[in-house]
């Protein structure tokens, strides 16, 4: 990889926004609903896989049908909006960001939450300023990233995809930045295990701090 990249694209949930204790909540309350026990953060993070339902089959032996995925996704979203009010940004993200600012980088987010529930919680938490574009889910939940971060970079038109990293917290992520022609950096302190992690052939970082050093180049 050069050594000056330039933009960074970032993940939201379990990457710049800490909630991974309320995902574990949400989901275990979703589990109560329809009758699956309760997971752990461990076996989530050893499990937890995109697109959603795949996570689901590993659980529950099988793939679920339609109707139980549309049960299971509501029930999850609704007990998340509930959670989500105890969590915050993630350790440092504040003067990260500023610092990749101040140094004349760009930036953006790209998450698969609902566009418009990512819009007002990043402007509430006063960073919305630091982003070229903050874009979330549009159309259903439950899918890859992949496409999303093609169409996502493409409307950067100052942005080279072959000078941009994409920081996230799962192994999506990096196929997702594969297929658009970045590069990625993986953080341990969200969905995944590092041993999940590491399977996708990316670096594989234990702070957020230590991501945007392997995105400046340190270590590529």
Not at 61 to 67: L, N, Q
Not at 79 to 85: A, D, F, L, S
Not at 130 to 143: D, E, I, K, N
Not at 161 to 190: E, Q
Request: glycine residues 10%; negative net charge; hydrophobic residues 40%.
């Amino acid at each position: 990889m050069r050594k000056d990249a330039t933009h960074i694209v970032w993940d939201w949930n379990g990457t710049l926004f800490h909630d991974i204790e309320a995902v574990i909540g949400a989901t275990n309350a979703a589990f109560a609903e329809i009758g699956l026990d309760a997971i752990t953060l461990e076996r989530y993070r050893e499990l937890y896989c995109v697109p959603v339902p795949r996570f689901y089959e590993r659980l529950m032996g099988r793939m679920p049908t339609e109707a139980e995925w549309l049960v299971m996704d509501e029930a999850f979203h609704r007990h998340y909006t509930e959670h989500r009010v105890g969590c915050g940004l993630a350790e440092g993200v504040d003067r990260l960001l500023e610092a990749w600012h101040t140094a004349g980088r760009s930036q953006s987010i790209l998450s698969m939450y609902g566009h418009d529930d990512l819009i007002p919680l990043v402007r509430g938490l006063g960073i919305e300023s630091f982003f070229l574009r903050v874009q979330g889910r549009t159309g259903p939940s439950g899918g890859s990233k992949s496409a999303h971060m093609v169409r996502h970079l493409a409307t950067l038109e100052s942005v080279d995809p072959g000078r941009t990293v994409v920081i996230g917290d799962a192994v999506d992520d990096a196929v997702a930045a594969r297929d658009a022609g970045a590069y990625a950096v993986l953080y341990t302190g969200g969905s995944h295990s590092r041993r999940s992690l590491e399977t996708a052939g990316v670096p594989v970082v234990d702070s957020l701090a230590e991501a945007v050093d392997v995105a400046r180049g340190a270590t590529f």
